[in-house]
Protein backbone atom coordinates (compact mmCIF):
# COMPACT_ATOMS: atom_id res chain seq x y z
CA UNK A 1 0.00 0.00 0.00
CA UNK A 2 1.37 3.74 -1.08
CA UNK A 3 2.15 6.25 1.83
CA UNK A 4 1.60 9.98 0.51
CA UNK A 5 2.92 12.74 3.17
CA UNK A 6 1.16 16.56 2.14
CA UNK A 7 2.43 19.33 4.09
CA UNK A 8 -0.01 22.17 4.45
CA UNK A 9 -3.65 21.26 4.19
CA UNK A 10 -5.24 24.41 2.17
CA UNK A 11 -6.00 24.92 -1.63
CA UNK A 12 -3.40 22.58 -3.37
CA UNK A 13 -3.13 20.11 -0.22
CA UNK A 14 -6.81 18.99 0.06
CA UNK A 15 -7.03 18.94 -3.33
CA UNK A 16 -3.94 16.76 -3.66
CA UNK A 17 -5.52 15.00 -1.29
CA UNK A 18 -9.11 14.55 -3.16
CA UNK A 19 -7.63 13.61 -6.24
CA UNK A 20 -5.09 10.86 -4.79
CA UNK A 21 -8.31 8.89 -3.38
CA UNK A 22 -9.80 8.88 -6.50
CA UNK A 23 -6.52 7.38 -7.94
CA UNK A 24 -6.13 4.88 -5.36
CA UNK A 25 -9.24 3.78 -2.87
CA UNK A 26 -6.10 1.98 -0.89
CA UNK A 27 -3.41 4.29 -0.28
CA UNK A 28 -2.37 6.22 2.61
CA UNK A 29 -2.84 10.18 2.76
CA UNK A 30 -1.88 11.91 5.63
CA UNK A 31 -2.23 15.65 5.76
CA UNK A 32 0.10 17.72 7.90
CA UNK A 33 -0.78 21.40 9.02
CA UNK A 34 0.97 23.54 11.54
CA UNK A 35 -2.60 25.64 12.26
CA UNK A 36 -4.91 23.97 14.56
CA UNK A 37 -7.71 23.80 12.15
CA UNK A 38 -9.26 21.83 9.09
CA UNK A 39 -8.60 22.42 5.87
CA UNK A 40 -10.30 26.09 5.51
CA UNK A 41 -10.87 28.55 2.88
CA UNK A 42 -8.27 31.36 3.36
CA UNK A 43 -10.06 34.18 1.44
CA UNK A 44 -13.14 33.46 3.11
CA UNK A 45 -11.29 35.21 6.48
CA UNK A 46 -12.21 38.71 5.60
CA UNK A 47 -15.93 37.80 5.63
CA UNK A 48 -15.25 36.52 8.99
CA UNK A 49 -14.50 39.50 9.65
CA UNK A 50 -17.22 41.45 8.61
CA UNK A 51 -19.16 39.01 10.45
CA UNK A 52 -20.86 37.64 6.97
CA UNK A 53 -19.66 34.06 7.81
CA UNK A 54 -19.15 32.57 11.38
CA UNK A 55 -16.33 30.38 12.93
CA UNK A 56 -17.58 26.99 11.62
CA UNK A 57 -18.77 28.21 8.00
CA UNK A 58 -14.93 28.54 6.91
CA UNK A 59 -14.36 24.91 5.96
CA UNK A 60 -13.62 23.76 2.92
CA UNK A 61 -15.36 19.89 3.80
CA UNK A 62 -17.32 19.30 6.76
CA UNK A 63 -15.35 16.87 8.97
CA UNK A 64 -16.73 13.44 8.41
CA UNK A 65 -15.31 13.88 5.06
CA UNK A 66 -11.69 12.83 6.21
CA UNK A 67 -12.78 9.98 7.90
CA UNK A 68 -14.95 9.07 5.22
CA UNK A 69 -11.97 9.33 2.44
CA UNK A 70 -9.64 8.37 5.01
CA UNK A 71 -7.67 11.31 4.75
CA UNK A 72 -5.62 11.46 7.73
CA UNK A 73 -4.71 15.28 9.02
CA UNK A 74 -2.48 16.11 11.40
CA UNK A 75 -3.41 19.52 13.04
CA UNK A 76 -1.16 21.69 15.05
CA UNK A 77 1.72 19.89 13.17
CA UNK A 78 4.76 21.51 11.82
CA UNK A 79 7.12 19.53 9.56
CA UNK A 80 10.59 20.21 10.41
CA UNK A 81 12.81 18.96 7.41
CA UNK A 82 11.28 15.95 4.32
CA UNK A 83 14.18 13.97 2.12
CA UNK A 84 12.75 11.85 -0.65
CA UNK A 85 10.96 8.76 1.29
CA UNK A 86 11.07 10.63 5.08
CA UNK A 87 9.46 13.10 6.63
CA UNK A 88 10.64 14.66 10.17
CA UNK A 89 8.22 16.75 12.64
CA UNK A 90 9.08 19.26 14.94
CA UNK A 91 8.50 17.69 17.54
CA UNK A 92 10.85 14.61 16.01
CA UNK A 93 9.28 11.73 14.85
CA UNK A 94 10.79 10.71 11.69
CA UNK A 95 7.66 8.90 9.13
CA UNK A 96 8.46 7.18 5.98
CA UNK A 97 6.31 7.56 2.67
CA UNK A 98 6.68 6.71 -1.00
CA UNK A 99 5.50 10.81 -2.55
CA UNK A 100 5.68 13.72 -0.47
CA UNK A 101 4.22 17.11 -2.08
CA UNK A 102 5.11 20.26 -0.82
CA UNK A 103 2.03 22.58 -0.60
CA UNK A 104 3.43 25.56 2.08
CA UNK A 105 2.21 27.53 0.59
CA UNK A 106 2.63 32.37 1.05
CA UNK A 107 4.37 33.89 4.29
CA UNK A 108 3.89 37.67 4.79
CA UNK A 109 6.13 39.58 3.54
CA UNK A 110 7.28 42.12 5.87
CA UNK A 111 9.66 45.03 4.98
CA UNK A 112 12.14 46.46 7.50
CA UNK A 113 10.42 49.55 9.34
CA UNK A 114 12.06 51.21 12.41
CA UNK A 115 10.17 49.25 15.91
CA UNK A 116 7.41 47.55 13.90
CA UNK A 117 7.56 43.94 15.07
CA UNK A 118 6.71 42.80 18.43
CA UNK A 119 3.85 44.91 19.97
CA UNK A 120 0.62 43.42 20.34
CA UNK A 121 -1.47 45.70 17.89
CA UNK A 122 0.43 44.10 14.88
CA UNK A 123 -1.18 41.95 12.55
CA UNK A 124 -0.27 40.03 9.25
CA UNK A 125 -3.66 39.07 7.38
CA UNK A 126 -3.33 35.70 6.13
CA UNK A 127 -4.70 33.08 8.64
CA UNK A 128 -7.60 32.01 10.20
CA UNK A 129 -5.47 32.96 13.70
CA UNK A 130 -4.91 36.28 12.61
CA UNK A 131 -8.19 37.07 11.54
CA UNK A 132 -10.07 35.90 14.67
CA UNK A 133 -6.68 37.90 16.67
CA UNK A 134 -7.91 41.12 14.90
CA UNK A 135 -11.48 40.68 15.64
CA UNK A 136 -11.33 40.23 18.93
CA UNK A 137 -8.67 43.60 19.13
CA UNK A 138 -10.66 46.18 17.09
CA UNK A 139 -12.99 48.49 19.03
CA UNK A 140 -15.03 50.91 17.21
CA UNK A 141 -12.97 54.03 18.51
CA UNK A 142 -9.93 52.58 16.85
CA UNK A 143 -7.80 54.07 14.01
CA UNK A 144 -6.57 51.42 12.14
CA UNK A 145 -3.88 51.77 8.90
CA UNK A 146 -3.06 48.91 6.62
CA UNK A 147 0.01 48.96 4.77
CA UNK A 148 -0.55 47.71 1.65
CA UNK A 149 -3.43 48.10 -1.23
CA UNK A 150 -3.30 44.75 -2.59
CA UNK A 151 -5.77 41.92 -2.48
CA UNK A 152 -4.85 41.37 1.00
CA UNK A 153 -4.71 44.25 2.02
CA UNK A 154 -7.79 45.92 0.55
CA UNK A 155 -10.00 42.81 1.95
CA UNK A 156 -8.42 43.36 5.54
CA UNK A 157 -9.73 47.37 5.00
CA UNK A 158 -13.02 45.85 3.93
CA UNK A 159 -13.50 43.42 6.44
CA UNK A 160 -12.19 45.94 9.50
CA UNK A 161 -14.55 48.93 7.99
CA UNK A 162 -17.22 48.00 10.08
CA UNK A 163 -15.72 47.13 12.74
CA UNK A 164 -13.50 50.21 13.82
CA UNK A 165 -13.58 54.28 13.31
CA UNK A 166 -11.18 54.62 10.51
CA UNK A 167 -9.28 52.87 7.96
CA UNK A 168 -6.38 54.43 6.35
CA UNK A 169 -4.40 52.01 4.02
CA UNK A 170 -0.65 52.91 2.70
CA UNK A 171 0.12 52.02 -0.44
CA UNK A 172 4.18 52.06 -1.95
CA UNK A 173 2.98 51.96 -5.78
CA UNK A 174 0.83 55.01 -7.50
CA UNK A 175 -2.78 53.38 -7.66
CA UNK A 176 -4.20 50.30 -5.63
CA UNK A 177 -4.19 46.82 -6.42
CA UNK A 178 -1.08 47.82 -8.84
CA UNK A 179 -0.24 44.12 -9.82
CA UNK A 180 -3.75 43.48 -11.18
CA UNK A 181 -5.46 47.21 -12.38
CA UNK A 182 -4.39 49.48 -15.46
CA UNK A 183 -4.33 52.68 -13.97
CA UNK A 184 -8.02 54.24 -15.08
CA UNK A 185 -9.62 50.84 -13.53
CA UNK A 186 -7.49 51.50 -10.30
CA UNK A 187 -8.57 55.14 -10.08
CA UNK A 188 -12.67 54.03 -9.82
CA UNK A 189 -11.66 51.27 -7.37
CA UNK A 190 -9.87 53.90 -5.09
CA UNK A 191 -12.65 56.65 -5.43
CA UNK A 192 -15.03 53.50 -4.97
CA UNK A 193 -13.03 52.77 -1.33
CA UNK A 194 -13.16 56.13 -0.73
CA UNK A 195 -16.77 56.47 -0.88
CA UNK A 196 -17.03 53.46 1.15
CA UNK A 197 -14.52 54.96 4.16
CA UNK A 198 -11.34 53.50 2.81
CA UNK A 199 -9.23 56.21 2.70
CA UNK A 200 -5.82 55.32 0.28
CA UNK A 201 -2.43 57.55 0.44
CA UNK A 202 -0.41 56.48 -2.80
CA UNK A 203 3.20 56.82 -3.56
CA UNK A 204 3.98 56.59 0.59
CA UNK A 205 4.83 53.83 2.68
CA UNK A 206 5.32 53.49 6.87
CA UNK A 207 8.96 53.59 8.18
CA UNK A 208 8.92 54.07 12.34
CA UNK A 209 6.11 53.66 14.32
CA UNK A 210 5.40 54.97 18.22
CA UNK A 211 5.02 52.94 21.18
CA UNK A 212 6.60 50.05 23.18
CA UNK A 213 3.92 47.32 23.83
CA UNK A 214 1.37 49.06 21.92
CA UNK A 215 2.04 51.16 19.17
CA UNK A 216 0.31 54.73 18.78
CA UNK A 217 0.88 55.88 15.72
CA UNK A 218 2.79 55.70 12.72
CA UNK A 219 5.42 57.90 10.53
CA UNK A 220 5.33 57.89 6.69
CA UNK A 221 8.06 58.65 4.45
CA UNK A 222 6.25 61.45 3.53
CA UNK A 223 6.78 62.87 6.96
CA UNK A 224 2.88 62.57 7.54
CA UNK A 225 2.02 61.10 10.98
CA UNK A 226 -1.12 59.23 11.52
CA UNK A 227 -2.59 57.90 14.71
CA UNK A 228 -2.72 54.14 14.96
CA UNK A 229 -4.27 51.65 17.22
CA UNK A 230 -3.80 48.78 14.92
CA UNK A 231 -1.13 47.77 12.23
CA UNK A 232 -2.10 45.41 9.15
CA UNK A 233 0.99 44.31 7.57
CA UNK A 234 -0.27 43.42 3.79
CA UNK A 235 2.78 44.64 1.87
CA UNK A 236 2.60 41.29 0.12
CA UNK A 237 3.20 37.75 0.53
CA UNK A 238 6.45 35.49 -0.63
CA UNK A 239 7.14 31.55 -1.14
CA UNK A 240 7.37 29.41 1.65
CA UNK A 241 10.41 27.45 0.40
CA UNK A 242 12.07 26.60 3.82
CA UNK A 243 11.36 22.93 3.37
CA UNK A 244 12.28 22.87 -0.15
CA UNK A 245 15.94 24.55 0.99
CA UNK A 246 16.61 22.69 3.93
CA UNK A 247 15.80 19.32 1.31
CA UNK A 248 18.39 20.51 -0.77
CA UNK A 249 15.83 21.15 -3.77
CA UNK A 250 16.02 24.30 -6.29
CA UNK A 251 14.38 27.51 -5.28
CA UNK A 252 14.88 30.61 -7.41
CA UNK A 253 11.76 32.42 -5.52
CA UNK A 254 9.57 29.92 -5.57
CA UNK A 255 10.18 26.35 -5.55
CA UNK A 256 11.53 25.19 -9.15
CA UNK A 257 9.27 22.12 -9.99
CA UNK A 258 9.25 20.30 -13.83
CA UNK A 259 6.29 22.49 -15.28
CA UNK A 260 4.79 18.97 -16.73
CA UNK A 261 4.56 16.90 -13.17
CA UNK A 262 5.44 19.16 -10.44
CA UNK A 263 8.16 17.37 -8.94
CA UNK A 264 11.15 19.51 -7.36
CA UNK A 265 14.43 18.73 -8.14
CA UNK A 266 14.65 16.24 -4.95
CA UNK A 267 13.06 12.88 -6.81
CA UNK A 268 9.81 11.60 -4.78
CA UNK A 269 9.08 15.64 -3.43
CA UNK A 270 6.69 17.04 -5.08
CA UNK A 271 5.27 20.94 -4.75
CA UNK A 272 2.20 23.22 -5.69
CA UNK A 273 0.02 26.00 -5.22
CA UNK A 274 1.81 29.42 -3.90
CA UNK A 275 5.08 28.15 -2.93
CA UNK A 276 6.06 27.45 -6.34
CA UNK A 277 7.45 29.47 -9.60
CA UNK A 278 4.70 28.47 -12.22
CA UNK A 279 4.55 28.67 -15.85
CA UNK A 280 2.57 30.99 -17.30
CA UNK A 281 1.31 30.12 -20.66
CA UNK A 282 0.50 32.96 -21.86
CA UNK A 283 3.78 34.76 -21.54
CA UNK A 284 5.90 32.09 -21.05
CA UNK A 285 7.70 33.04 -18.02
CA UNK A 286 7.94 31.70 -14.99
CA UNK A 287 6.35 33.35 -12.41
CA UNK A 288 4.79 33.47 -8.55
CA UNK A 289 1.15 33.02 -8.96
CA UNK A 290 -0.15 32.92 -5.20
CA UNK A 291 -3.97 32.21 -6.59
CA UNK A 292 -6.54 29.67 -5.46
CA UNK A 293 -7.67 28.11 -8.53
CA UNK A 294 -3.64 27.40 -9.52
CA UNK A 295 -2.70 25.77 -5.94
CA UNK A 296 -6.17 23.86 -6.83
CA UNK A 297 -4.87 22.47 -10.57
CA UNK A 298 -1.09 21.95 -9.55
CA UNK A 299 -2.33 19.91 -6.89
CA UNK A 300 -4.52 18.10 -8.96
CA UNK A 301 -1.22 17.29 -11.11
CA UNK A 302 1.02 16.50 -8.52
CA UNK A 303 -1.52 13.81 -7.40
CA UNK A 304 -1.71 11.72 -10.49
CA UNK A 305 2.31 12.06 -11.35
CA UNK A 306 3.05 10.73 -7.52
CA UNK A 307 0.24 7.75 -8.38
CA UNK A 308 2.65 7.31 -11.15
CA UNK A 309 0.13 8.06 -13.84
CA UNK A 310 0.90 10.03 -16.91
CA UNK A 311 -1.00 13.34 -16.64
CA UNK A 312 1.01 16.94 -18.01
CA UNK A 313 -0.11 20.12 -16.08
CA UNK A 314 -2.26 22.46 -18.52
CA UNK A 315 0.34 25.59 -17.50
CA UNK A 316 -1.47 28.10 -15.44
CA UNK A 317 -2.53 31.67 -16.21
CA UNK A 318 -4.03 34.53 -13.61
CA UNK A 319 -7.80 34.78 -13.06
CA UNK A 320 -9.43 36.71 -10.34
CA UNK A 321 -12.99 37.58 -9.28
CA UNK A 322 -13.10 39.91 -6.25
CA UNK A 323 -15.79 42.38 -4.92
CA UNK A 324 -14.94 45.22 -2.38
CA UNK A 325 -17.98 46.93 -1.08
CA UNK A 326 -20.01 45.81 -3.61
CA UNK A 327 -17.88 46.47 -7.18
CA UNK A 328 -17.22 43.65 -8.64
CA UNK A 329 -13.64 43.39 -10.17
CA UNK A 330 -12.65 40.28 -12.42
CA UNK A 331 -9.48 40.24 -14.16
CA UNK A 332 -7.81 37.46 -15.89
CA UNK A 333 -4.51 36.81 -18.02
CA UNK A 334 -1.93 39.68 -18.80
CA UNK A 335 -2.78 43.28 -17.35
CA UNK A 336 0.30 44.42 -20.20
CA UNK A 337 2.14 43.05 -22.83
CA UNK A 338 4.28 44.45 -25.65
CA UNK A 339 2.99 44.98 -28.76
CA UNK A 340 -1.05 44.85 -27.47
CA UNK A 341 -3.69 46.90 -27.92
CA UNK A 342 -6.17 47.67 -25.59
CA UNK A 343 -10.22 47.27 -26.53
CA UNK A 344 -12.02 49.78 -23.80
CA UNK A 345 -15.86 50.40 -23.34
CA UNK A 346 -16.69 52.15 -20.45
CA UNK A 347 -20.28 53.57 -18.90
CA UNK A 348 -22.12 54.37 -15.90
CA UNK A 349 -20.94 52.43 -13.26
CA UNK A 350 -18.88 50.04 -15.35
CA UNK A 351 -15.64 49.29 -17.34
CA UNK A 352 -14.18 46.85 -19.21
CA UNK A 353 -10.70 46.46 -20.90
CA UNK A 354 -9.52 43.85 -23.04
CA UNK A 355 -5.68 43.47 -24.15
CA UNK A 356 -5.32 41.73 -27.41
CA UNK A 357 -1.99 40.76 -28.83
CA UNK A 358 -1.64 38.92 -32.52
CA UNK A 359 -5.08 38.25 -33.02
CA UNK A 360 -5.38 36.70 -29.54
CA UNK A 361 -7.05 37.73 -26.09
CA UNK A 362 -4.39 37.97 -24.17
CA UNK A 363 -6.15 39.56 -20.62
CA UNK A 364 -8.59 41.27 -19.37
CA UNK A 365 -10.15 43.88 -16.80
CA UNK A 366 -13.96 44.16 -15.85
CA UNK A 367 -15.18 46.19 -13.25
CA UNK A 368 -19.02 45.43 -12.55
CA UNK A 369 -18.85 43.85 -16.17
CA UNK A 370 -17.93 40.53 -15.29
CA UNK A 371 -21.37 38.97 -16.77
CA UNK A 372 -20.11 35.45 -18.49
CA UNK A 373 -16.58 36.39 -17.93
CA UNK A 374 -15.92 33.12 -18.57
CA UNK A 375 -15.99 32.90 -22.22
CA UNK A 376 -13.35 35.14 -22.55
CA UNK A 377 -11.53 33.10 -19.97
CA UNK A 378 -11.89 30.58 -22.51
CA UNK A 379 -10.59 32.38 -25.17
CA UNK A 380 -7.33 33.46 -23.51
CA UNK A 381 -7.13 29.98 -22.18
CA UNK A 382 -7.48 28.71 -25.65
CA UNK A 383 -5.92 31.18 -27.59
CA UNK A 384 -8.60 31.35 -29.58
CA UNK A 385 -7.80 33.42 -32.69
CA UNK A 386 -10.01 35.82 -32.64
CA UNK A 387 -10.70 36.07 -36.51
CA UNK A 388 -12.89 33.12 -36.00
CA UNK A 389 -15.58 34.82 -33.94
CA UNK A 390 -18.47 36.92 -35.27
CA UNK A 391 -19.56 39.65 -32.95
CA UNK A 392 -18.30 42.45 -31.39
CA UNK A 393 -15.96 41.23 -28.29
CA UNK A 394 -16.73 44.30 -26.07
CA UNK A 395 -20.81 43.17 -25.90
CA UNK A 396 -21.73 40.53 -23.74
CA UNK A 397 -19.72 37.52 -24.42
CA UNK A 398 -21.47 34.26 -25.24
CA UNK A 399 -21.45 31.43 -27.35
CA UNK A 400 -22.85 33.05 -30.28
CA UNK A 401 -19.54 34.41 -30.74
CA UNK A 402 -18.59 31.01 -32.23
CA UNK A 403 -19.46 29.18 -35.47
CA UNK A 404 -22.71 26.63 -35.04
CA UNK A 405 -19.71 23.72 -35.52
CA UNK A 406 -18.03 24.89 -32.34
CA UNK A 407 -21.20 26.06 -30.65
CA UNK A 408 -22.46 22.98 -30.70
CA UNK A 409 -19.70 20.98 -29.67
CA UNK A 410 -19.39 22.88 -26.67
CA UNK A 411 -22.98 22.51 -25.66
CA UNK A 412 -23.68 18.67 -26.37
CA UNK A 413 -19.86 17.37 -26.12
CA UNK A 414 -20.57 15.64 -29.24
CA UNK A 415 -23.80 13.89 -28.17
CA UNK A 416 -26.22 13.87 -31.08
CA UNK A 417 -30.03 13.79 -30.36
CA UNK B 1 -25.49 10.96 -16.09
CA UNK B 2 -28.42 12.83 -17.60
CA UNK B 3 -28.21 16.41 -19.08
CA UNK B 4 -30.23 18.65 -20.85
CA UNK B 5 -29.34 18.75 -24.54
CA UNK B 6 -30.37 21.86 -26.80
CA UNK B 7 -31.26 21.36 -30.44
CA UNK B 8 -30.50 24.74 -31.85
CA UNK B 9 -32.06 24.03 -35.31
CA UNK B 10 -35.54 24.03 -33.34
CA UNK B 11 -35.24 26.99 -31.17
CA UNK B 12 -37.65 29.65 -32.05
CA UNK B 13 -35.97 32.45 -29.42
CA UNK B 14 -39.69 32.15 -27.38
CA UNK B 15 -37.53 32.06 -24.33
CA UNK B 16 -40.37 30.11 -22.35
CA UNK B 17 -37.33 28.03 -20.80
CA UNK B 18 -36.36 30.87 -19.32
CA UNK B 19 -39.59 31.80 -18.18
CA UNK B 20 -40.52 28.51 -16.62
CA UNK B 21 -36.92 28.00 -14.96
CA UNK B 22 -37.60 31.28 -13.34
CA UNK B 23 -40.75 30.07 -11.90
CA UNK B 24 -39.53 26.92 -10.95
CA UNK B 25 -36.90 28.80 -8.72
CA UNK B 26 -39.11 31.11 -7.51
CA UNK B 27 -41.09 31.31 -3.98
CA UNK B 28 -44.19 31.33 -5.24
CA UNK B 29 -43.96 28.62 -8.20
CA UNK B 30 -46.38 30.67 -9.72
CA UNK B 31 -45.88 32.29 -13.14
CA UNK B 32 -47.21 35.73 -13.01
CA UNK B 33 -46.24 36.30 -9.14
CA UNK B 34 -42.76 35.01 -9.59
CA UNK B 35 -42.11 37.52 -12.43
CA UNK B 36 -44.41 40.48 -11.01
CA UNK B 37 -44.21 40.51 -6.90
CA UNK B 38 -41.39 38.65 -5.83
CA UNK B 39 -38.43 40.37 -4.33
CA UNK B 40 -35.68 39.31 -4.77
CA UNK B 41 -36.79 38.45 -8.67
CA UNK B 42 -36.22 35.07 -8.83
CA UNK B 43 -33.26 34.56 -11.33
CA UNK B 44 -33.70 32.06 -14.92
CA UNK B 45 -30.91 29.87 -15.29
CA UNK B 46 -30.92 29.12 -18.51
CA UNK B 47 -29.93 31.64 -21.59
CA UNK B 48 -31.39 32.34 -25.12
CA UNK B 49 -28.38 33.14 -26.88
CA UNK B 50 -28.93 34.85 -30.46
CA UNK B 51 -31.68 36.31 -32.23
CA UNK B 52 -35.06 34.69 -34.48
CA UNK B 53 -33.15 33.80 -37.04
CA UNK B 54 -30.65 31.40 -34.83
CA UNK B 55 -30.67 30.82 -31.08
CA UNK B 56 -29.58 28.49 -28.76
CA UNK B 57 -30.53 27.73 -25.17
CA UNK B 58 -27.39 27.70 -22.48
CA UNK B 59 -27.62 26.58 -19.43
CA UNK B 60 -24.55 24.48 -17.22
CA UNK B 61 -23.27 21.32 -19.18
CA UNK B 62 -22.57 19.77 -15.33
CA UNK B 63 -19.01 18.79 -16.49
CA UNK B 64 -17.01 15.84 -15.68
CA UNK B 65 -14.04 17.97 -14.83
CA UNK B 66 -15.90 21.22 -13.80
CA UNK B 67 -13.87 24.51 -13.87
CA UNK B 68 -16.26 26.35 -11.68
CA UNK B 69 -15.55 23.16 -9.03
CA UNK B 70 -12.13 23.54 -9.16
CA UNK B 71 -11.77 27.24 -9.01
CA UNK B 72 -14.25 27.71 -6.51
CA UNK B 73 -12.56 29.22 -3.14
CA UNK B 74 -14.35 28.38 -0.37
CA UNK B 75 -15.80 24.74 -1.49
CA UNK B 76 -19.30 25.97 -1.57
CA UNK B 77 -19.12 24.92 -5.23
CA UNK B 78 -19.33 20.90 -5.99
CA UNK B 79 -20.09 18.02 -8.28
CA UNK B 80 -22.46 15.29 -6.28
CA UNK B 81 -20.19 12.23 -6.80
CA UNK B 82 -23.99 10.14 -7.09
CA UNK B 83 -25.72 12.34 -9.29
CA UNK B 84 -22.81 14.26 -11.08
CA UNK B 85 -24.87 17.15 -10.39
CA UNK B 86 -23.20 20.74 -9.79
CA UNK B 87 -23.99 22.94 -7.41
CA UNK B 88 -23.89 25.85 -5.29
CA UNK B 89 -24.36 25.58 -2.05
CA UNK B 90 -25.72 29.09 -1.29
CA UNK B 91 -25.15 29.10 2.94
CA UNK B 92 -21.51 28.66 2.07
CA UNK B 93 -21.12 30.86 -0.76
CA UNK B 94 -19.80 34.50 -0.27
CA UNK B 95 -20.51 35.52 -4.40
CA UNK B 96 -16.71 35.69 -4.91
CA UNK B 97 -17.89 34.68 -8.61
CA UNK B 98 -14.64 32.99 -9.52
CA UNK B 99 -16.99 29.87 -10.60
CA UNK B 100 -18.63 32.66 -13.31
CA UNK B 101 -14.90 34.07 -14.24
CA UNK B 102 -14.10 30.32 -15.46
CA UNK B 103 -17.31 28.40 -16.92
CA UNK B 104 -16.62 28.17 -20.17
CA UNK B 105 -20.12 28.01 -21.73
CA UNK B 106 -20.75 31.71 -19.37
CA UNK B 107 -23.86 30.32 -17.36
CA UNK B 108 -23.32 31.07 -14.10
CA UNK B 109 -25.62 34.07 -12.84
CA UNK B 110 -24.68 37.21 -10.43
CA UNK B 111 -26.03 37.86 -7.86
CA UNK B 112 -25.34 37.80 -3.64
CA UNK B 113 -24.76 34.20 -4.59
CA UNK B 114 -23.58 32.35 -7.44
CA UNK B 115 -26.38 31.07 -9.21
CA UNK B 116 -26.91 28.42 -11.60
CA UNK B 117 -28.69 25.77 -12.81
CA UNK B 118 -29.04 22.51 -10.56
CA UNK B 119 -31.14 20.58 -13.69
CA UNK B 120 -34.85 20.98 -10.85
CA UNK B 121 -33.48 17.91 -8.57
CA UNK B 122 -35.98 18.19 -6.45
CA UNK B 123 -38.96 17.69 -8.72
CA UNK B 124 -36.68 15.09 -11.24
CA UNK B 125 -37.40 16.70 -14.57
CA UNK B 126 -35.82 20.07 -15.31
CA UNK B 127 -38.51 23.00 -16.32
CA UNK B 128 -37.05 23.96 -19.38
CA UNK B 129 -37.46 20.82 -20.85
CA UNK B 130 -40.87 20.16 -19.80
CA UNK B 131 -42.35 23.28 -20.86
CA UNK B 132 -40.83 23.81 -23.90
CA UNK B 133 -43.10 23.99 -26.70
CA UNK B 134 -40.86 22.84 -29.94
CA UNK B 135 -38.65 19.96 -28.43
CA UNK B 136 -35.74 22.00 -28.54
CA UNK B 137 -34.16 20.68 -25.08
CA UNK B 138 -34.18 17.16 -24.36
CA UNK B 139 -33.23 15.74 -21.01
CA UNK B 140 -31.00 12.45 -22.22
CA UNK B 141 -28.76 9.87 -20.93
CA UNK B 142 -24.83 11.45 -22.17
CA UNK B 143 -23.18 8.92 -20.05
CA UNK B 144 -20.14 10.64 -18.54
CA UNK B 145 -18.47 9.69 -14.71
CA UNK B 146 -21.72 9.91 -13.18
CA UNK B 147 -24.57 7.49 -14.11
C1 LIG C 1 -7.24 37.49 2.74
C2 LIG C 1 -6.95 36.71 1.49
C3 LIG C 1 -7.81 36.78 0.42
C4 LIG C 1 -7.56 36.05 -0.74
N1 LIG C 1 -8.46 36.13 -1.76
C5 LIG C 1 -8.27 35.39 -2.87
C6 LIG C 1 -9.22 35.42 -3.93
O1 LIG C 1 -10.24 36.10 -3.87
N2 LIG C 1 -8.98 34.66 -5.03
C7 LIG C 1 -7.87 33.88 -5.13
O2 LIG C 1 -7.71 33.21 -6.14
N3 LIG C 1 -6.95 33.84 -4.15
C8 LIG C 1 -7.12 34.57 -3.03
N4 LIG C 1 -6.18 34.54 -2.03
C9 LIG C 1 -4.97 33.73 -2.24
C10 LIG C 1 -5.21 32.25 -1.91
O3 LIG C 1 -5.72 32.16 -0.62
C11 LIG C 1 -3.93 31.45 -2.05
O4 LIG C 1 -3.49 31.52 -3.39
C12 LIG C 1 -4.13 29.99 -1.68
O5 LIG C 1 -4.51 29.87 -0.34
C13 LIG C 1 -2.85 29.17 -1.91
O6 LIG C 1 -3.03 27.88 -1.46
P1 LIG C 1 -1.80 26.94 -1.06
O7 LIG C 1 -2.41 25.61 -0.77
O8 LIG C 1 -0.75 27.02 -2.07
O9 LIG C 1 -1.15 27.56 0.26
P2 LIG C 1 -1.71 28.23 1.58
O10 LIG C 1 -3.16 28.49 1.49
O11 LIG C 1 -0.81 29.37 1.89
O12 LIG C 1 -1.50 27.09 2.69
C14 LIG C 1 -0.26 26.59 3.07
C15 LIG C 1 -0.42 25.88 4.38
O13 LIG C 1 0.78 25.17 4.71
C16 LIG C 1 1.04 25.31 6.09
N5 LIG C 1 2.47 25.05 6.31
C17 LIG C 1 3.51 25.77 5.83
N6 LIG C 1 4.68 25.23 6.24
C18 LIG C 1 4.37 24.15 7.00
C19 LIG C 1 5.15 23.18 7.71
N7 LIG C 1 6.48 23.23 7.72
N8 LIG C 1 4.51 22.20 8.38
C20 LIG C 1 3.13 22.14 8.39
N9 LIG C 1 2.35 23.04 7.73
C21 LIG C 1 2.97 24.02 7.04
C22 LIG C 1 0.61 26.74 6.36
O14 LIG C 1 0.40 26.99 7.73
C23 LIG C 1 -0.68 26.81 5.56
O15 LIG C 1 -1.75 26.32 6.31
C24 LIG C 1 -6.40 35.24 -0.85
C25 LIG C 1 -5.52 35.18 0.23
C26 LIG C 1 -5.78 35.88 1.40
C27 LIG C 1 -4.83 35.78 2.55
S1 LIG D 1 -21.13 25.94 -14.29
FE1 LIG D 1 -19.90 25.89 -16.17
S2 LIG D 1 -17.94 24.95 -15.52
FE2 LIG D 1 -19.44 24.52 -13.91
S3 LIG D 1 -20.25 22.51 -14.44
FE3 LIG D 1 -21.63 24.04 -15.36
S4 LIG D 1 -20.86 24.34 -17.44
FE4 LIG D 1 -19.24 23.28 -16.29
S1 LIG E 1 -19.26 32.73 -6.01
FE1 LIG E 1 -19.66 31.15 -4.47
S2 LIG E 1 -19.61 29.22 -5.61
FE2 LIG E 1 -18.64 30.78 -6.91
S3 LIG E 1 -16.42 30.60 -6.46
FE3 LIG E 1 -17.26 32.20 -5.09
S4 LIG E 1 -17.79 31.09 -3.21
FE4 LIG E 1 -17.54 29.53 -4.82
Redesign the pocket.
Known sequence: MKQYAI????????SCAKTLRTLDPDCEITL????PFLPYS??I??YYLKDKVQADQIYLQPSDFYTKHRIRVRTN????AVQTGTLTT?GGETLKFDKILL????VPFVPPMENVGAQENVFT???MREAERLKAYAKPNMHAVIIGAG??GL??AEGLRPLVESVTVVELADKVLPSILDDEAAKTVRAHLDANGVETLLGDTVVRAEGEKTITAVTLKSGKTLPCDLLVLAVG?RP?T??AERAGAEVNRGITVNRDTMETTVPGVFA????VRSYDILDGQEKII??????VRE?MTAAYNMAGQEHKDTGSFAV???DFFGLRICTCGLIRAEGATVLTREGEGFCKRLLVKDNRLVGFVLLNASERAGIYTALIQNKVDLNTLSGDLLDEPGLMLFSREVRTEKLTGGVRV | MKKVIAREALCLDCKLCEVFCRTAHSKSKDVVRAHLYEDPAPVARITVEGDILDSVAVNCRHCDDPACVNAC?TGAMHKDPETGIVSCDESRCIG?M?CLAVCPVGCIKPGRTAVKCDLCQETGEPACVKNCPNRALVYVEVGGDAQ
Do not use: Y
Open positions: VGASAAGLFTDERPISTRVAEATGSFLTLIKAVNVLAGDCALWPNAGNAI | ICT
